[in-house]
């Protein structure tokens, strides 16, 4: 009984508008955040002596503080001027499927250096991610494995290929998680923030978010208005709840398209440089010259069409690769391979990681929202988009579609129950009464419920504290729709263009005028204007190397 009414009560909170309010009358208590034992990192993270590492618990269901608890992995670099210490700085780099645990080591960098006075760098891994509770759906060297295909325009028949392969993932993904699938979606990451706060002894929360960081930062904003202090939204995500995530990721496949363009033009403009072509078609052709070409005959066996198309979307990411491509692309034409194989090549140390990140990205995109059942209904959307916009859109659509085959709640509990069954014999007895008991809980919330929606993202006026929001105007991975959405759904926030660009996570990067409303914002509190915006970066030069590369994964 106990377990069916919390999980009620949190349905309702996850769905409700929050006008300040963070805990629903009859709620089961929050659980209580022990403050993190810091010491030295497992070698297994490859941080230097002078980043500390801990432990977070959290619950892996919230309506149930009391069931089964998962440990989330912590880092962190305390301030470098003890005086002007301003408390912890916590970032997210997005994804999903991202880890930050790598943040406390930006503070040697010289843009934020100032920051690192004034605030410890804290970094984490989010639930599912490395050592976190770790996902997985697939056998590592099953998931890496090469060449592959991408086509712009796929047939019947390859369109049949990839929705078997998608039913399996999505298989995969149930029957490795059973019953914990449910639990990593944006709605407990927000909360296990919430907790990240409260154990590192933070009465109010300080937070970069980058990227899908953006989305669940707003969840907490709107779960938690009362428990922010300075929030910075970097690259946002379009929070309007029909978008989550089928129509935004619709959205992103054109402004892929567009960035691509861009790429494209820059080619044509340098083409005393790469002989490319001195139009953007002829530099397209050259493109698609190169993948028939990998299709037909992989370099090295590995790099076929899908490799080179992976390592051509980085362009719509960072511009700081497009002097990087463009001369792989030059070089395999010219007769050289050797710069695309550097750039391309699947690297098979890093299969774990890739599949882990993959895992978690698929997990709480599928359970964050409805997505399209029918095949019918994604064949038809993703041709209209690929027909103006052909470059991303299918291979986007290969990503998500496992969302199409999603397992529901009930299904994930009752796999729960049959595998607590399966080990009753060794003692488990009480494990599987737990078991039943959640799906008893999930069949009534359903019946009571139907499916979850996405939170409704919004904040009353004067709830919270005005944020700051960071936007590139060409960004193609989150498109800058999206942080206008945002910013009318968060009074008093204020935003950030860069004009003209499409570099994906602007702060603390190559723009000053960017950089310098970041930092007086975090350090002294300082809001701009409503809109405020910055003239665009240097375009790169032909032969320059990229100075910063993201992390941020295709999708979010």
Known sequence: MYGTIGSLIVTALATAPAGGTTQAAGAPPAPVAHRIDFGRCAPVEHLPSSVECGKLTVPLDYARPDGKKIQLTVSRARATAHRERQGSLV???????????EFPLY?????????????????????????????????????????????MYPDAAFKRKKRAQAMAYARGCARR?????????????????????AALGEKKLTFIGASYGTYFGAVY???????????????????????????????????????????LGWVAKHDDHYHLGTTKKAVQQAYDTVAGKLRRHPVDGKI???EL?????????????????????ASYLHGDPKPLIAQALPQ???????????????????????????????????????????????????????????????QSAAAGVEAAARRVGQGSGQELADAAGHAAATELDGALHGRRLPLDVHTEPGALP??????????AATPYRGALELQRRLPGSSLVTENGAGTHGIGFGENDCVNRYAEAYLLHGKIPAHKVYCAPRAEPVPGEQTTRAQHARPGK
């Open 177 to 197: 998680a059973g019953a914990d699938l449910p639990f990593y979606n944006s709605v407990n990451n927000a909360r296990d923030l919430d907790m990240l706060r």
């Open 348 to 410: 098979q140390t890093g299969a774990k990681d890739a599949e882990n990140a993959n895992a978690v990205y698929t997990a709480v995109e599928c359970n964050d929202a409805p997505w399209p059942r029918s095949w019918r209904t994604w064949d038809r959307d993703n041709t209209d988009v690929a027909e103006i916009a052909p470059f991303e859109t299918w291979d986007n659509a290969w990503m998500n579609l496992p969302c199409a085959f999603w397992p529901e709640r009930t």
């Open 107 to 151: 503070g040697a960098l010289p843009k934020w250096s100032r920051l690192a006075r004034a605030y410890d760098f804290v970094g984490y891994a989010p639930r599912g991610v490395g050592r976190s509770a770790p996902l997985s759906c697939q056998d590592p060297k099953e998931f890496a494995k090469a060449p592959t295909d991408s086509r």
């Open 304 to 306: 076929g069409a899908g």
């Open 91 to 101: 970032f997210n780099p997005g994804g999903p499927g991202a880890s930050s645990l």
């Open 466 to 475: 005005p944020v700051l929001l960071l936007a590139a105007e060409r960004d």
């Open 309 to 329: 198309q992976s390592a051509f979307l980085k362009t719509g990411y960072n511009d700081g690769f497009w002097p990087l491509r463009a001369e792989a692309l």
């Open 221 to 263: 904003a709107t779960l938690y208005p009362g428990h922010v202090r300075r929030m910075i939204f970097d690259s946002v995500v379009n929070p309007e709840p029909r978008q989550i995530w089928y129509r935004n990721n619709l959205d992103q496949d054109i402004a892929f398209e567009r960035r691509w363009g861009d790429w």
